[in-house]
């Protein structure tokens, strides 16, 4: 579901609205006719049962529509709560990408957005997941706030911004003994 209204719905045969959205029938007929896997047994339930009970909200459902709620590398134009306050937010990345991301700071890649998270654990899972060390960037939420960086609430846990210069990294969390703790960054 995620890569489908993500990244790649023509590939399922799916048009997305502006807002990124289609109706779940159209999203469960596309998963049911999905020709890398057999999906046949996909129903509406399922579809608005894992939209529901997604822990991150990575979807959105309203009106009979469903659309991913953030990490859209397609230009879409949804719509996102500005941030007016906010503490420290968290990305997961890896040690061997430290020397650019201080020097060039935290861009959206192929995405559309920067993902930081107000959950460090959650950043610890997602730079888990990537071939490297992984480190958490702690970033300074209510900095980029004050200087007029836009920061959008993308779910619960989720928050979004264009790209984070490198001065608003305040630190890098690294994984020691079993257990997180602070670590002043060093990048020699």
Do not use: C
């Not at 469960?28 to 909200?57: C, F």
């Amino acid at each position: 579901m995620s890569g489908i209204l993500r990244h790649f719905p023509e590939a399922a045969g799916l048009r997305l609205d502006r807002e990124g959205y289609v109706s779940v029938e159209e999203l469960v007929n596309a998963i049911k006719n999905w020709k890398k896997s057999d999906y046949s047994w996909v129903t509406r339930e399922h579809v608005i049962a894992v939209a529901k009970l997604d822990p991150k909200g990575r979807f959105v459902l309203t009106r009979g529509k469903i659309r991913a709620t953030y990490g859209h590398t397609l230009r879409i134009d949804a719509r996102y709560p500005l941030v007016k306050d906010i503490g420290d937010l968290y990305h997961g990345t890896q040690a061997e990408k430290l020397p650019r991301i201080m020097k060039e700071g935290l861009k959206p890649m192929k995405r559309l957005y920067v993902h930081l998270t107000s959950s460090i654990e959650d950043a610890w899972d997602v730079a888990k997941r990537r071939t490297g060390t992984p480190v958490v960037l702690v970033v300074d939420g209510a900095g980029l706030v004050r200087d007029g960086y836009r920061v959008f609430k993308a779910s619960p846990k989720i928050y979004l911004v264009k790209r984070v210069p490198p001065k608003y990294i305040k630190d890098v969390v690294r994984h020691g003994r079993g257990a997180l703790r602070r670590a002043q960054s060093s990048f020699a």
